[in-house]
């Protein structure tokens, strides 16, 4: 009964939808992410490269084995340094996008907790806090104007 509860209040406390609107978006970006490397940034690298396509680029270790009808008796053994390459690039693009999402939420974040500034809400706990350090403020001066 302890661990039901347990779950009740993780998933009451929005944890939970918090996680799964993650997954879903990130499931969302990763299409994106997966379009804008092989269908924009592909073609161009290939196209430098005389037309090379990166993604079957491979070492072949072991031939594939076919019969007189051509049907493959043993796969070919292949390291596919193309799809590695690709997989960096992907990498790359994801990293740096999510540090430019987080570098504009930090920026947000940042002037959302100034309380001077009024061309965005300030959070309640941020506003109670600043007044609570206010009146600390003026009660530790006037106990020095008292001494």
Known sequence: MKLFNEFK??????NMMDMAIGIIIGAAFNKVIDVLVKKVML???????DGVNFQNKKIILKEAVSNIDGVVITEE??????????AFIDFTIIGFT????????N?????????????VAT??????LD???????EQNAL????K
């Open 43 to 49: 073609p161009p690298l290939s196209l430098l490269t």
């Open 143 to 146: 106990l020095k104007s008292n």
């Open 77 to 86: 053994v292949a390291i596919g340094y193309g799809a590695l390459g690709e």
């Open 107 to 119: 920026q947000l974040k940042k002037k959302a907790q100034d309380t001077k500034d009024v061309t």
């Open 123 to 128: 959070p309640k706990d941020i506003e109670l």
């Open 9 to 14: 209040e993780f998933a009451v406390k929005g």
């Open 98 to 105: 999510v540090f430019i999402v987080v570098k504009f939420m």
């Open 131 to 137: 007044k609570l350090t206010q009146l600390m403020e």
